[in-house]
């Protein structure tokens, strides 16, 4: 049984008419059992020919009312609407998460669906770690661990409902987290000690500048390919990525493509690696499926330097990792002299926390909430007044 729910705003009418059409071609396929469409109180209402189209396609309509509270990227926002979503989701069925207005579904959807992806393995003997079955998601970066596209993902919703678990404190305890990483680095860095580090550690993502100077820290840090490792595995053994059937990622003629590269080449968006894509806008590349990570970690990449590091890194200890970590954070705070990792910085008496700038603001709220506000506060200087009154010694 599978699910669909759409999330967010509509924004672009006609993009969501589209998907319309698609949901109802696809439950026609037998592909979707049931269709939800999770907003804001309101947006209905400014989109009337929306809502008409929704309720001739059957769709459960849920509209709620907006957090106050903003967190980067809205990341409460999505959170809530898709835990809205997934409330009038049956238990046990697989569910899609997918937006209204923007990237129209395909028939390259209807194989996720049809083939229920997220049940297989492709062959890969490792058992998921932060969900009970795999997630598919449509792709992801590397230099970034756990950014994995959220426009679609698709799996039980046992494990959707765990993967929009929004944790607030990730905020303070992870540095510089893009809002993907805050649904997807999150399940998973709590089962994997060395993820958990990076992401108190990590620098995001900024100019193609910048982000040249990052990856040459990166293949000069062991730290790095602790992390590179561990990613590569957590990703194995817990989702699948892009469009690709999992029986043909890990197939051996994909497998020995990449052996003609270095792995250095994995953050260069300059090289023609199977299955990844350009990203000027930051100077590196997305992927769009896993085999570049069953390759890396079954050591068919070139040999080289590199190569030779990685896999001497595989042998490290949790005390090896620590000090590695530590000698990637100096010379990440050498370079650029902004960062502010979330780590504890050594005091003669105290430990001193010097966690990042926090991002979490209240959002603008209404005249009548403001107007409450302000009368609140007369009250209360009033009370103060009146109590310092009374406190005053006597003439």
Same mark, same amino acid.
């Given at each position: 049984? *599978? @699910? $669909?729910?759409? !999330? &967010?705003?509509?924004?672009?009418?006609?993009? /969501?008419? #589209?998907?319309?059409?698609?949901?109802?071609?696809?439950?026609?396929?037998?592909?979707?059992?049931?269709?939800?469409?999770?907003?804001?109180?309101?947006?209905?209402?400014?989109?009337?020919?929306?809502?008409?189209?929704?309720?001739?396609?059957?769709?459960?309509?849920?509209?709620?009312?907006?957090?106050?509270?903003?967190?980067?990227?809205?990341?409460?926002?999505?959170?809530?609407?898709?835990?809205?979503?997934?409330?009038?989701?049956?238990?046990?069925?697989?569910?899609?998460?997918?937006?209204?207005?923007?990237?129209?579904?395909?028939?390259?959807?209807?194989?996720?669906?049809?083939? *229920? @992806? $997220?049940?297989? !393995? &492709?062959?890969?003997?490792?058992?998921?770690? /932060?969900? #009970?079955?795999?997630?598919?998601?449509?792709?992801?970066?590397?230099?970034?661990?756990?950014?994995?596209?959220?426009?679609?993902?698709?799996?039980?919703?046992?494990?959707?409902?765990?993967?929009?678990?929004?944790?607030?404190?990730?905020?303070?305890?992870?540095?510089?987290?893009?809002?993907?990483?805050?649904?997807?680095?999150?399940?998973?860095?709590?089962?994997?000690?060395?993820?958990y580090l990076y992401g108190r550690l990590q620098r995001g993502k900024h100019s193609?500048?910048?982000?040249?100077?990052?990856?040459?820290?990166?293949?000069?840090s062991d730290f790095w390919y602790d992390v590179l490792f561990n990613m590569a595995?957590e990703l194995l053994a817990n989702y699948h990525i892009g469009f690709v059937p999992?029986?043909?990622?890990?197939?051996?003629?994909?497998?020995?493509?990449?052996?003609?590269?270095?792995?250095?080449?994995?953050?260069?968006?300059?090289?023609?690696?199977?299955?990844?894509?350009?990203?000027?806008?930051?100077?590196?590349?997305?992927?769009?499926?896993?085999?570049?990570?069953?390759?890396?970690?079954?050591?068919?990449?070139?040999?080289?330097?590199?190569?030779?590091?990685?896999?001497?890194?595989?042998?490290?200890?949790?005390?090896?990792?620590?000090?590695?970590?530590?000698?990637?954070?100096?010379?990440?705070?050498?370079?650029?002299?902004?960062?502010?990792?979330?780590?504890?910085?050594?005091?003669?008496?105290?430990?001193?926390?010097?966690?990042?700038?926090?991002?979490?603001?209240?959002?603008?709220?209404?005249?009548?909430?403001?107007?409450?506000?302000?009368?609140?506060?007369?009250?209360?200087?009033?009370?103060?007044?009146?109590?310092?009154?009374?406190?005053?010694?006597?003439?």
């Amino acid at each position: 049984m *599978s @699910w $669909v729910f759409l !999330s &967010g705003q509509v924004r672009d009418a006609e993009v /969501a008419h #589209k998907q319309a059409r698609q949901l109802e071609r696809m439950r026609g396929l037998g592909l979707v059992d049931g269709i939800v469409f999770s907003t804001w109180r309101g947006e209905f209402e400014k989109y009337p020919e929306v809502l008409d189209t929704y309720k001739d396609l059957g769709a459960i309509l849920v509209e709620s009312p907006e957090p106050n509270l903003r967190m980067p990227g809205y990341i409460l926002h999505q959170a809530l609407c898709w835990v809205y979503a997934l409330q009038h989701v049956p238990d046990g069925a697989k569910v899609m998460r997918m937006r209204p207005d923007i990237a129209p579904l395909n028939e390259a959807f209807d194989a996720i669906l049809r083939d *229920s @992806w $997220v049940d297989q !393995s &492709g062959g890969i003997d490792l058992t998921p770690t /932060a969900y #009970k079955n795999r997630v598919w998601c449509h792709s992801g970066l590397i230099t970034w661990p756990f950014f994995l596209n959220d426009v679609f993902f698709y799996g039980y919703k046992e494990d959707i409902y765990r993967l929009c678990n929004a944790d607030v404190k990730l905020e303070w305890v992870f540095s510089e987290l893009a809002t993907e990483q805050f649904f997807h680095l999150g399940p998973v860095a709590n089962a994997n000690p060395v993820l958990y580090l990076y992401g108190r550690l990590q620098r995001g993502k900024h100019s193609p500048e910048r982000n040249a100077e990052l990856k040459a820290i990166l293949w000069e840090s062991d730290f790095w390919y602790d992390v590179l490792f561990n990613m590569a595995k957590e990703l194995l053994a817990n989702y699948h990525i892009g469009f690709v059937p999992p029986s043909i990622v890990h197939a051996e003629d994909r497998l020995k493509s990449f052996e003609p590269f270095s792995i250095v080449d994995l953050l260069s968006g300059e090289v023609p690696l199977l299955d990844f894509i350009s990203r000027p806008e930051y100077g590196g590349n997305s992927f769009n499926s896993l085999t570049w990570a069953q390759a890396l970690v079954t050591g068919r990449f070139k040999r080289d330097k590199y190569m030779d590091r990685f896999i001497a890194r595989q042998s490290a200890t949790p005390d090896d990792v620590r000090i590695a970590a530590s000698d990637y954070q100096s010379r990440i705070a050498t370079a650029f002299p902004d960062y502010q990792p979330v780590m504890d910085v050594p005091h003669p008496d105290i430990i001193l926390n010097t966690p990042h700038q926090g991002r979490i603001q209240m959002a603008e709220q209404s005249s009548y909430v403001q107007s409450m506000e302000a009368e609140i506060n007369l009250m209360r200087r009033q009370l103060e007044a009146a109590l310092l009154q009374r406190k005053a010694p006597q003439a």
